[in-house]
C-alpha cells in the first residue's frame, strides 16, 4: 500500500514539473508541436488524477470504507 502511495506521490511530481517545464519553455505563437505538447500534458494530467483516484479508492477500500 505505501508503495502505490509513493508511486502516486512521484507520478504528481513528475506532471507537476513537467507542466512547469513546458510553460518556461512556451512562447506566444503556438504551433503545430506546441499544441500537440499541450494535448500530451492535459493527458497526463488527467491520467495522473485518475491513478490518484484509484489509489484513494484502493485505500478506502482496505479501510473498509466502500464508496
Known sequence: MMKFM??????SAALVVSALLSALAGCQNEGPAQQAGKAVDN???KAGQ???KAGNNIQD???GNKQ
Open 61 to 63: 477500500a482496505a479501510k
Open 50 to 52: 485518475q491513478i490518484e
Open 43 to 45: 493527458a497526463a494530467d
Open 6 to 11: 509513493r508511486l502516486t506521490e512521484i507520478v
